[in-house]
C-alpha cells in the first residue's frame, strides 16, 4: 500500500536507503512545524510577561497579536492534510499495547527489548493524538478569543474559561513537543535527516521501524 | 493630582528625624454617581464625546431612550434606561456605565502587553493605545464589560476618568457637565461618606427603603462608585453585576497556570537534556552519525 | 414665574404638572434635585407619560391628556375640605369674601350665566362683584332667602339682552364682602359649591386616574398646609403641557387658585411657575410678541378708542375693594407708562397735541394671533410673511394646512441658520413636481445669526435680564437679526418717503435715533427699552431726587405722563440706569441664602425675585416663616425692608391693609376673575378637548368649551373616537432642541429616528413590536415612525371604558440630517395635530387629540 509512496517524485532513495517521508510529507511536516513554533513563541510572549521580548524579537505585540491567529489558522491546515495523509498509519496496532508495556526500555535505550513498530511507533501515535485533539482545542478557543467583541454579553462568562483553555492546552503540546524535537533532533540519529531528505537507511528503519521496514521491503529479517 | 509635590521633605526647627517623611499626600479620587438624581439627559454622553474629540456615530432607534446598546470603543459613557413594572406603577432606572476604574483592575491582571494599561496611584486605570497589542484579554478581564476594540486601529479604547483633565487639577468632563448635580467627583474617603449620607436619606426619606452604595468589594472597590435606589439588585440596573470579580479562570490563567507553565517547560527542557546526558541517543549499529 | 428658578430649591412640595422639566429644562431641574436633597421635599409628578421627570418623583399620577382641570378641582376641593388652607391668608390676601352678583350661576350644565349661543360667547355682566360693604353676619339670612348663585340668572340673560349694547360693565369700587365667608354668593361658597362636583369618583372617572391615587396626591400636596399651619410652601411647575389646549387658560388659572387657597402664592418656595420653552420666549412676551399687547403688556388700542384720552381711560383700571381695605392699583400708572412708551416710539413726534402719537398705532379689529393669520393666509388674505427663528410650518397646528398656505402667499422672507422646514415648504412630503411647478410663491432665505454669533438679552422663567457676549462672529454671509429688519425698516421708509401711500405717518414719525442706523446696537437697543429723562426732572421722595435730561432711568417709579420721559417698555426700566448695565452684572452674593442673587443680573419688575412677596407676611407684616424671610414691615423706618425687594408699596403700614396683589385694582389675589378677563369664566370648569374619546362626565350635553371656535376651510376636519380611538400627545426630548438640532449629528446619535410611544397593552392588541414601523394617523394626515412599546404609558379606564394614549417628539421633519431617508419617514408631528385655539391665549391644541394607528 506504501509503495506508491517510494517512488513519488523528489525523493531520491540511493542504494540501501529506504524512502521514509514524500516531498509532500515533508512540506506538510515543515509547515505544520514553523506554524506550530510561530504560534508557540508569540503565544508564550502573550502568555507572560517573561517572555514578552519575544513579541519585540518577532515584530512588536501588535503585529504578533494580528499574525497569531492567522498562523494558527495555517497550522491547523497542515495539521488537517497530514491527518489525511498518514491517518492509516495512526491505526491502532496490537505491537502498539506491548509497545507502551514496554515504554521503560525505549526510554532507557535498552530497545531490544521493545517489540517491532510499524511505520510509528506508538509513541509517535501518542503524539500525534496529543497534538490533533489539542489543535482541536485550540483552534475553537482560539477563534472565540480572536473575537471576544461578537460574544453575546450573556456569554461573556465564557471568555476567561476560553483563555484558560487554550493556554493550558497549548502547555500540554509545549510538552509533547519538547519531546518530540528532542527526540528527532538530538535523540534519534537519522530522523531529522529522514524529514529532510526523505530517507532513512535500511538499517536505521529495521532498527526503528521494523514492521514498517519489512512491509516496504518485503524482506524478512 | 499632582499632590506628591506636598509630600514633607524637611520641616523647620524640629530636631531629629523628620514626622511624615515620605508619606504620600497623593489621595484617591473618585466618581460617585447618584442615580436617583439622575435624569438621563445625556449631557455627560456629549460632554465625554465632545472632550474627547470623538465623531458622530451611527445610532439605530431601538426601542429605548438609551443611545447604544453598549458602551462602544468612541463612546464611553453612556447612560442605561431600565424599565420596570412595579406593584404600584413603573419604575424608570437610569445608570451611567463606565469604566469603574478597579481597584483590583481585571484588565489589567488580563494584559499581556506591557505597558498597555496603567494604573495610577490615585486609583485611575489608564489604556495606553501606543503600547496596546489589540488582544482584548482586557474585555476577557473586565467583570464589566467596559473595553471596547476598534477593528481599524486593532486598539482597545476605554474611559480615562479623563486623566488628562484630572492631572490638571480639573473634574472629568461627565461630572463638569452633569446639571443635576447627580455626579460627584473627590477623593475616595470623601465619596464615600458623600455616599453613605445620602443612602440614610433616601432610607428615611423617600420610597427607596433599599438604597445602597455600591462599591463593590469582588474587584476591591471602585473609583467610581453609585448610590443605588434599589441595591439589593444591581442587575436591574442595565446589568450592574451584583458581586462583579476579576474572573476566576483569569486569575488562575494569570497566576498557577503561568507559573506551573513556566516552571513546566524550563523542567522539560532540562529533563531531556539530562536525559541524553544519561542514556545518550539510539544509535542503530553500523551506522554512522555526524552528531 | 412668579418665583424664580432658583427659588424652586426653598420648597417644600413640587407639582410638576403639564411640564417635564427633567427633560425639557435639565438645567432648572437641578433646583428641584436641591429641594429634594437639601429640604426633603416631595415631589410630584402628574403626566400623561411616566417620563424623566416621573423617574424622580416621589408619587406620578398618569393622567388623561386634557384633563388637569378636573385634577386640579378635586384638589381645590379637597383642600376645603379638609382645612387644608389658612384663612388669615384667605380672606385678607384672596377674594374669597368677595360676594358676587347676584345672577351668577355656575356652570353646573356646563354653561355659566349670559351665554349667548349664537355669538358663541357671553355677557360678562353678571361675572362681577356686588356692590355694598361689609355683609359679615347676613349670611344666614341670606341661606333662608334662597340668595344662591343662579337664582336671578334668566333674569340676567334677558335685562342684558333687552338694552342691547350695554356700556361695558365695570367694577364696583365698593364691594361687598363678608369676612365670615359664609354668605351663599361669597367667592369662597361659590368656590366649593363649584368644585364640589369634583369627587374623586368623578374625577377618576374624567382623568383615568384611580380614585385612591387621586386622594393621595391631594392629600400629599396639601399636607403643607395641614390645619392651617403656614410654615410650609408648596410649588406648582408647568410648561405647554397646560398652555397646549383649547382651555389652557384656565387650567393655569386653576393652579393659580389652587395656590392662593393654600397661601403659597408670593412666598420662597411657592408660586405659580412657567417653564418657557425657549431661551428668550419671556422676553419676546414682554416686548410684545402677542397681536393683543405693547410692550410691557399694555393693551393694544381697538378701533373705538378714537383718541388717547378714550384709548387710556378704557385701560386704565380703577380700585375696586372693600371699603376699609387699601388697594395700589399700580396699573393707575398706566399713562405714565403709555406716554413713556410713546416717546420711546416716535421721539419728538409724540407731542401733547397729537395725542402723543397714539393715532400712529395700529388699532386691532379682529383676532390676529398666530393661527388666525396662517389661516387668512390660506384664505388668501395674507400675501406675504416675514419669519425669523420660527419654523411656522413645524410650529403650527396641521402643518399641511400651513404648507398649503404658504403656497398661496406672494412672497415668503425666512431668517434662518439653517435650511429649515418653512423655507422648503415646496419640499414637502408627498408633493408632486406637478405641483411643485404651479407654486408661485417668490421664497427669500436670509441667513442669520444663530444665538452665540449676537449680543443682547436672554430674558429667561425667572424674568432675569442676562446680557450675553458674542461667542464667534456670524460665518459667511450671515447678518444679525436687527441688521437684517434696519435695512427692511429703513427701506420701506424710503418708499414711503419717495412715493406716500395711504398712511405713511406711522412710519415717517418713528424714531430710529441709532448712531448706526443699518445696524442698531443692541446697548443702544436696551438703553432705549429702558428709557431716559428727556428733560430734568425731580422728585422729592426718592434718592437720589433729580434726573438731568438725557440720563438713563433707575426705574419706573420716575417714568412721567406728561412727556418728560421715554421708556420703551416700563417692565424694563431699571435694567439699565445711568450707572451701566445691569443685565450685565455677574455677582454672586446671596446674603439671605434664599437665592436671590440681588446684584447677578436683574430681574422684572424692579429687580424683584419673587412677585407679590408682600404676601409672605401675615396681616401684620411678619414673614409666614421666618427661616425665610424675603421682606418685613419695620415698624422703626415705617417702611418695607427684605432680603428682596418689596413688591408693594414701601411706606404702607400694615394698618392700612393694603393688598399684596398691586396689579389687581382689587389688591388681593382672584379667585374668582370678574368681567371680561377671561372669555370662558370666571371659575376654571373642566371641558374635554376639541377631539375626545368620551363626552364630558359633568355635562354630556356641554362637553367642550363652548366659547372654543373651530376653524372651517376644507383641511379644518376633526376626528371622531369611533375612526380614532387614541388619544395623542406631542412633546419634546432632552437630546434635541425643537426643530434645528435635527441638523447636528451629535443630538442625531442620542435619539437617530422618530418614533411614538405605544403602551404595551395596546401593542399587544395591534400586533406592533417594539422597532416596527407605524403610521399614526388622525382625520388630518399622517405620521410615519418606529413604534417604542413601552411600559411608561398605561391602560386608563375612562368612563368605565379601556383608553389609550400614545405619544410622539415633535422634532423630526423633512430637512435636516440624516439626508436620504426615504419621504415617508420624514414627516412633521404636526401634521395630525387640529387647528383650534385657546380663547384667551390663543394657543393651539397640540396636547390631547385623536389618533390611530397602523402597521405598516
Redesign the interface.
Known amino acids: 500500500m506504501s509503495s506508491g509512496t517510494i517512488t513519488r517524485a523528489g525523493t531520491q532513495a540511493p542504494e540501501e536507503q529506504i524512502v521514509r517521508y514524500s516531498f509532500d510529507e515533508r512540506a506538510n511536516h515543515w509547515i505544520n512545524a514553523l506554524s506550530y513554533s510561530y504560534c508557540l513563541f508569540t503565544g508564550l510572549?502573550?502568555?507572560?510577561?517573561?517572555l514578552?521580548w519575544l513579541?519585540a524579537v518577532l515584530g512588536?505585540?501588535?503585529t504578533?497579536?494580528?499574525w497569531h491567529p492567522w498562523v494558527g489558522l495555517v497550522y491547523v491546515a497542515s495539521i488537517f492534510w497530514m491527518y489525511s495523509g498518514w491517518k492509516s498509519y495512526m491505526v491502532p496496532i496490537p505491537e502498539d499495547a506491548q509497545w507502551r508495556k514496554s515504554m521503560k526500555y525505549y526510554?532507557?535505550?535498552r530497545?531490544d527489548r521493545v517489540p517491532p513498530q510499524g511505520r510509528f511507533n506508538a509513541g509517535q501515535k501518542l503524539f500525534w493524538k496529543v497534538m490533533f485533539w489539542c489543535t482541536f482545542i485550540l483552534v475553537i478557543t482560539g477563534i472565540v478569543?480572536w473575537f471576544?467583541?461578537k460574544m453575546p454579553?450573556g456569554a461573556?462568562?465564557l471568555?476567561?474559561?476560553?483563555?484558560?483553555i487554550h493556554?493550558?492546552t497549548a502547555?500540554v503540546t509545549?510538552?509533547a513537543f519538547?519531546?518530540h524535537v528532542?527526540m528527532s533532533v538530538?535523540?534519534?540519529?537519522?530522523s531529522m535527516k529522514a524529514m529532510i531528505d526523505g530517507s532513512v537507511?535500511s538499517?536505521?528503519a529495521r532498527?526503528?521501524h521494523r514492521l514498517w521496514y519489512e512491509k516496504v521491503t518485503g524482506r524478512k529479517s | 493630582m499632582s499632590n506628591e509635590i506636598l509630600e514633607v521633605k524637611a520641616i523647620s526647627g524640629h530636631r531629629g528625624g523628620t514626622p511624615g517623611r515620605g508619606v504620600s499626600r497623593a489621595y484617591d479620587v473618585c466618581k460617585l454617581v447618584d442615580t436617583?438624581?439622575c435624569?438621563?439627559?445625556?449631557?455627560c454622553?456629549?460632554a465625554c464625546?465632545?472632550w474627547n474629540g470623538y465623531?458622530?456615530?451611527?445610532?439605530?432607534?431601538?426601542?429605548?431612550?438609551q443611545?447604544m446598546p453598549?458602551t462602544a470603543w468612541n463612546f464611553w459613557n453612556l447612560i442605561k434606561f431600565n424599565?420596570?413594572?412595579t406593584d404600584d406603577?413603573?419604575?424608570?432606572?437610569?445608570r451611567k456605565d463606565q469604566c469603574m476604574h478597579c481597584e483590583e483592575p481585571g484588565c489589567l491582571e488580563?494584559c499581556?502587553?506591557?505597558g498597555a494599561i496603567v494604573q495610577y496611584t490615585n486609583g485611575i486605570v489608564d489604556f495606553n493605545q501606543d503600547?496596546?497589542?489589540?488582544?482584548?484579554?482586557c474585555?476577557?478581564?473586565c467583570p464589566f464589560?467596559i473595553p471596547?476594540?476598534n477593528a481599524e486601529t486593532?486598539k482597545v479604547y476605554k474611559c480615562t476618568l479623563c486623566s488628562d483633565r484630572v492631572g490638571a487639577g480639573l473634574e472629568p468632563a461627565c461630572i463638569k457637565a452633569c446639571?443635576?448635580?447627580?455626579l460627584h467627583f473627590g477623593s475616595k474617603d470623601d465619596m464615600q461618606i458623600e455616599a453613605e449620607k445620602?443612602v440614610v436619606?433616601l432610607k428615611a426619606?423617600?420610597?427607596w427603603k433599599n438604597a445602597g452604595v455600591y462599591d463593590p468589594e469582588g474587584v476591591g472597590g471602585t473609583h467610581v462608585i453609585y448610590v443605588l435606589g434599589d441595591a439589593r439588585d444591581p442587575e436591574k440596573y442595565g446589568?450592574l453585576p451584583a458581586n462583579p470579580t476579576v474572573?476566576?479562570?483569569?486569575r488562575?490563567?494569570k497566576g498557577p497556570?503561568?507559573w506551573?507553565?513556566?516552571v513546566?517547560?524550563v523542567l522539560?527542557?532540562l529533563g531531556?537534556f539530562m536525559?541524553?546526558v544519561r542514556?545518550?541517543?539510539?544509535?542503530?549499529?553500523?551506522?554512522e552519525?555526524?552528531? | 414665574m412668579t418665583n424664580g428658578w432658583i427659588d424652586i430649591k426653598n420648597t417644600d412640595m413640587m407639582l410638576i404638572m403639564g411640564g417635564n422639566p427633567?427633560?425639557c429644562h435639565?438645567?432648572g431641574?437641578?433646583w428641584v434635585?436641591?429641594a429634594?436633597?437639601v429640604r426633603?421635599a416631595k415631589l410630584i409628578v402628574v403626566d400623561p407619560r411616566?417620563q424623566?421627570?416621573?423617574?424622580?418623583a416621589?408619587l406620578?399620577c398618569q393622567i388623561r391628556s386634557g384633563t388637569d382641570i378636573a385634577f386640579l378641582g378635586g384638589l381645590i376641593y379637597y383642600a376645603i375640605q379638609n382645612n387644608r388652607y389658612n384663612k388669615e391668608y384667605l380672606t385678607n390676601w384672596t377674594n374669597a369674601a368677595f360676594i358676587v352678583k347676584k345672577g351668577f350661576k355656575l356652570p353646573e350644565d356646563g354653561l355659566f350665566s349670559g351665554f349667548d349661543p349664537a355669538a358663541m360667547k357671553y355677557d360678562v355682566s353678571t361675572w362681577n362683584y356686588e356692590e355694598g360693604g361689609n355683609v359679615t353676619g347676613t349670611a344666614a339670612a341670606a341661606i333662608a332667602a334662597g340668595d344662591g348663585p343662579g337664582a336671578a340668572a334668566a333674569l340676567a340673560v334677558s335685562v342684558a339682552a333687552k338694552n342691547g349694547a350695554p356700556a361695558a360693565p365695570s367694577l364696583p369700587p365698593d364691594a361687598a364682602y363678608d369676612l365670615s365667608l359664609e354668605h351663599p354668593r361669597s367667592v369662597f361658597q361659590l368656590l366649593k359649591r363649584q368644585y364640589s362636583r369634583y369627587t374623586p369618583e368623578m374625577v377618576s372617572s374624567i382623568t383615568g386616574i384611580p380614585a385612591n391615587e387621586l386622594t393621595k396626591a391631594w392629600d400629599l400636596f396639601t399636607s403643607v398646609r395641614k390645619d392651617g399651619d403656614m410654615k410650609k410652601a408648596a410649588t406648582i411647575i408647568y410648561a405647554v403641557g397646560w398652555t397646549q389646549h383649547s382651555f389652557g387658560t384656565q387650567i393655569i388659572r386653576t393652579a393659580a387658585m389652587a395656590q392662593l387657597l393654600m397661601g403659597n402664592v408670593g412666598r420662597a418656595g411657592g408660586g405659580v411657575n412657567a417653564l418657557r420653552g425657549h431661551s428668550n420666549i419671556q422676553g419676546a412676551t414682554d416686548l410684545a410678541g402677542v397681536f393683543d399687547i405693547l410692550p410691557g403688556y399694555l393693551k393694544v388700542p381697538l378701533p373705538t378708542d378714537n383718541d388717547y384720552t378714550t384709548y387710556v381711560t378704557r385701560i386704565t383700571p380703577k380700585p375696586s375693594k372693600p371699603k376699609e381695605w387699601d388697594s395700589y392699583n399700580y396699573w393707575s400708572n398706566t399713562p405714565k407708562f403709555a406716554v413713556s412708551f410713546f416717546k420711546a416710539m416716535y421721539g419728538d413726534n409724540a407731542k401733547k397735541e397729537n395725542d402723543w402719537g397714539f393715532q400712529y398705532l395700529p388699532k386691532i379689529d379682529r383676532n390676529y394671533s398666530w393661527v388666525n393669520q396662517w389661516n387668512d393666509m390660506y384664505n388668501g388674505k395674507v400675501k406675504g410673511l416675514l419669519t425669523f427663528g420660527m419654523n411656522g410650518v413645524m410650529i403650527g397646528p396641521d402643518s399641511q394646512k400651513n404648507i398649503d398656505a404658504l403656497k398661496k402667499a406672494d412672497w415668503l422672507v425666512v431668517g434662518e441658520i439653517y435650511p429649515d422646514e418653512t423655507s422648503a415648504f415646496w419640499q414637502s412630503p408627498g408633493i408632486t413636481d406637478d405641483e411643485k411647478r404651479q407654486i408661485q410663491t417668490e421664497v427669500y432665505r436670509l441667513p442669520c445669526a444663530g444665538f452665540a454669533e449676537k449680543d443682547g438679552t436672554f430674558v429667561n422663567s425667572a424674568r432675569w435680564l442676562q446680557w450675553k457676549w458674542v461667542a464667534v462672529p456670524p460665518p459667511g454671509e450671515a447678518r444679525v437679526d436687527q441688521e437684517i429688519l434696519a435695512r427692511i425698516f429703513l427701506k420701506v421708509r424710503e418708499l414711503y418717503q419717495k412715493e406716500g401711500g395711504k398712511f405713511p405717518d406711522a412710519i415717517l414719525a418713528a424714531s430710529w435715533a441709532y448712531t448706526n442706523q443699518n445696524n442698531p446696537s443692541l446697548v443702544e437697543v436696551a438703553k432705549e427699552i429702558n428709557g431716559k429723562a428727556l428733560a430734568d426732572i425731580k422728585d422729592e421722595k426718592q434718592t437720589p431726587s433729580e434726573w438731568k435730561a438725557g440720563q438713563q432711568l433707575p426705574g419706573f417709579g420716575w417714568l412721567r405722563d406728561d412727556g418728560t420721559t421715554s421708556c420703551g417698555n416700563w417692565l424694563y426700566c431699571g435694567s439699565w440706569p445711568d450707572s451701566g448695565s445691569n443685565s450685565q452684572r455677574r455677582n454672586t452674593d446671596d446674603p439671605s441664602g434664599l437665592g436671590i442673587y440681588p446684584t447677578w443680573g436683574w430681574s422684572w419688575p424692579a429687580n424683584r425675585r419673587v412677585m407679590y412677596n408682600r404676601a409672605s407676611c401675615d396681616l401684620n407684616g411678619k414673614p409666614w416663616d421666618p427661616s425665610r424671610r424675603q421682606i418685613w414691615w419695620n415698624e422703626a423706618t415705617g417702611k418695607w425692608a427684605g432680603n428682596d425687594v418689596p413688591d408693594f408699596k414701601a411706606d404702607s403700614p400694615p394698618k392700612d391693609h393694603m393688598g399684596p396683589f398691586i396689579m389687581n385694582p382689587e389688591g388681593v389675589g382672584r379667585l374668582f376673575v370678574p368681567l371680561a378677563a377671561l372669555a370662558d369664566g370666571p371659575f376654571p370648569e373642566h371641558y374635554e378637548p376639541i377631539e375626545s374619546p368620551v363626552a364630558n362626565q359633568l355635562h354630556p350635553q356641554q362637553s367642550t368649551s363652548p366659547v372654543v371656535k373651530k376653524f372651517t376651510t376644507p383641511l379644518d376636519k376633526y376626528g371622531d373616537p369611533k375612526d380614532f380611538p387614541y388619544i395623542c400627545t406631542t412633546y419634546r426630548?432632552?437630546?434635541q432642541y425643537h426643530y434645528w438640532t435635527k441638523n447636528n449629528?451629535?443630538n442625531?446619535?442620542?435619539?437617530?429616528?422618530p418614533?411614538v410611544e405605544i403602551p404595551e397593552e395596546l401593542a399587544t392588541q395591534l400586533q406592533i413590536k417594539?422597532?416596527d414601523r407605524v403610521k399614526v394617523s388622525s382625520i388630518r394626515s399622517s405620521y410615519y415612525c418606529?413604534?417604542?412599546?413601552?411600559?411608561?404609558i398605561?391602560k386608563m379606564s375612562i368612563a368605565g371604558k379601556e383608553t389609550f394614549q400614545v405619544g410622539i417628539p415633535i422634532h423630526w421633519g423633512y430637512k435636516g440630517l440624516p439626508d436620504g431617508r426615504p419621504e415617508e419617514q420624514r414627516t412633521p408631528a404636526n401634521l395630525l395635530s387640529p387647528t383650534v385655539i385657546d380663547p384667551n391665549a390663543y394657543t393651539p391644541e397640540f396636547k390631547g387629540f385623536l389618533v390611530k394607528i397602523e402597521k405598516v
Open positions: 510572549a502573550l502568555f507572560t510577561p517573561f514578552y513579541a512588536g505585540g501588535a504578533i497579536r494580528f526510554v532507557t535505550n530497545d478569543m471576544p467583541e454579553r461573556h462568562f471568555l476567561p474559561i476560553t483563555v484558560f493556554s493550558a502547555l509545549i510538552a519538547i519531546i528532542y538530538w535523540m534519534t540519529p537519522g537507511s538499517r536505521w532498527a526503528h | 436617583t438624581t435624569i438621563g439627559c445625556k449631557a454622553e456629549v464625546l465632545e465623531d458622530f456615530r451611527e445610532t439605530t432607534f431601538d426601542n429605548t431612550y443611545t453598549e424599565e420596570y413594572s406603577g413603573v419604575q424608570w432606572l437610569m488580563a499581556p502587553a506591557d503600547n496596546c497589542i489589540g488582544c482584548q484579554y474585555v476577557t478581564g464589560n471596547k476594540f486593532k446639571p443635576t448635580g447627580c445620602r436619606q426619606n423617600t420610597s446589568g474572573p476566576i479562570f483569569v488562575l490563567w497556570l503561568k506551573l507553565g513556566g513546566g517547560m522539560g527542557v531531556v536525559h541524553r542514556y545518550g541517543a539510539k544509535r542503530v549499529e553500523g551506522e552519525h555526524r552528531s | 427633567a427633560e435639565p438645567c431641574f437641578k434635585v436641591e429634594r436633597k426633603n411616566f424623566r421627570t416621573a423617574s424622580q416621589d406620578f426630548l432632552t437630546e449629528p451629535v442625531m446619535q442620542l435619539v437617530p429616528e418614533f417594539g422597532g418606529k413604534a417604542m412599546v413601552t411600559k411608561r398605561r
